[in-house]
């Protein structure tokens, strides 16, 4: 099934257009599954769980981190992942840069949007992107490499839109500043619900779970 699931998606997927397999609450071994049936990035919400995947399935895969990251899992956080996706404030910058910059490396980052604006939900406001860019932009050991957003959850994936619009405009705004350590190459949104309508809105990195994995439990 995994197998299946994921060679359809990659097949429909316009070139350029990068699947992530969103892991959480799926096995080490469903996660191999989907690894050797093809998906190059995997997802994951939780540190504590991506050890234990990574365990598993190592640099078979790049490990990109989409949950809430408290900062006093940054340290382990910064030895497995390869990108960071959801950068949503200076203080998780700042203890992101001070960690890679201990290890020598050099961590990509996406900020995560908010683009519903929605309170209870993490990200930067839009209006907020470009001062908290600017804030962060002198870190030496973070590379801002785009934008990840969830936007607010419909059952109809055309309600998404508008929200992917937004955020692809903010995306090519940015992209013309001229900051030291900026390079916007990766915008990030839609899962199974949306992913679709998010590619035609020019997402090159889409999250899926549901649809590679089946329903979670
Ligand atoms: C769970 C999750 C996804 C994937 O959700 P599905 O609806 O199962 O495809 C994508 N992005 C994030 C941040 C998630 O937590």
Redesign the pocket.
């Known amino acids: 099934m995994i197998e299946e699931n994921v060679k359809k998606i990659l097949q429909e997927l316009p070139p350029g257009v990068e699947l992530m397999a969103?892991a959480?609450a799926r096995t080490p071994e469903e996660i191999m599954r989907a690894a050797q049936a093809g998906v190059e990035i995997v997802?994951e919400?939780y540190v504590q769980e991506a050890l234990a995947a990574f365990n598993v399935v190592g640099h078979r895969v790049k490990w990109h981190f989409?949950?809430h990251l408290q900062r006093n899992k940054v340290k382990k956080a910064v030895e497995i992942f390869d990108m960071i996706e959801t950068v949503d404030s200076p203080e998780l910058s700042k203890e992101i840069d001070k960690r890679c910059s201990q290890r020598k490396r050099i961590m990509p980052v996406l900020i995560e949007i908010n683009s519903g604006r929605e309170k209870q939900k993490f990200g930067i406001f839009p209006e907020d992107a470009e001062d908290f860019i600017k804030e962060i932009s002198g870190l030496k050991n973070i590379k801002i490499e785009g934008f990840m957003t969830?936007g607010p959850m419909f059952g109809d994936p055309e309600d998404a839109r508008p929200y992917f619009v937004e955020t692809k405009k903010l995306f090519d705004r940015i992209k013309t500043l001229n900051l030291p350590g900026l390079e916007m190459k990766y915008l990030s949104m839609g899962?199974?619900?949306s992913y679709q309508v998010a590619i035609e809105e020019g997402a090159n990195i889409v999250?899926?779970?549901?649809?590679i994995f089946g329903p979670?439990g």
């Open positions: 969103a959480k997802g919400n989409i949950g969830m899962m199974t619900n999250r899926i779970g549901t649809k979670r």
